[in-house]
């Protein structure tokens, strides 16, 4: 079992940056495939961003060259760097981590079995 606790949302002026944080428990991070997903008000959660255990990155279209994302594994710890925020990238931000081997696609939610509580970030104009 992992267990996964988001940290580091917040209220931002548009053209801001923040940085989430996702803790994971247990020995193994470095074997798991991390994602952050996001779900804004009356829409469907979609895919942010991934970093794999052999640290391949995969983006959405939407926050290319705006978002990074990285992990310390002798932390246990998988990060989103958001800049030059927008207004549209309000949502609930959820880290999601799945065992390497065990996954579907990447960029969709099925592929993962493990799910933080999810932190919000409020971009304001």
């Known amino acids: 079992q992992v267990q996964l606790v988001e940290s580091g949302g917040g209220l931002v002026q548009a053209g801001g940056s923040l940085r989430l944080s996702c803790a994971a428990s247990?020995?193994?991070?470095?074997?798991?495939?991390m994602a952050w997903f996001r779900q804004a008000p009356g829409k469907e959660r979609e895919f942010v961003a991934a970093?794999?255990?052999?640290?391949?990155?995969y983006y959405a279209d939407s926050v290319k060259g705006r978002f990074t994302i990285s992990r310390d594994d002798a932390m246990n710890t998988t990060y989103l760097q958001m800049n030059s925020l927008k207004p549209e990238d309000t949502a609930v931000y959820y880290c999601?981590?799945?065992?390497?081997?065990?996954?579907?696609?990447?960029?969709?939610?099925?592929?993962?079995?493990?799910w933080g509580q999810g932190t919000q970030v409020t971009v304001s104009s």
């Open positions: 999601a981590a799945v065992l390497r081997g065990y996954g579907g696609s990447v960029y969709s939610q099925a592929g993962y079995d493990y």
């Open positions: 247990g020995r193994t991070f470095s074997t798991y495939n």
């Open positions: 970093r794999s255990w052999s640290r391949a990155t």
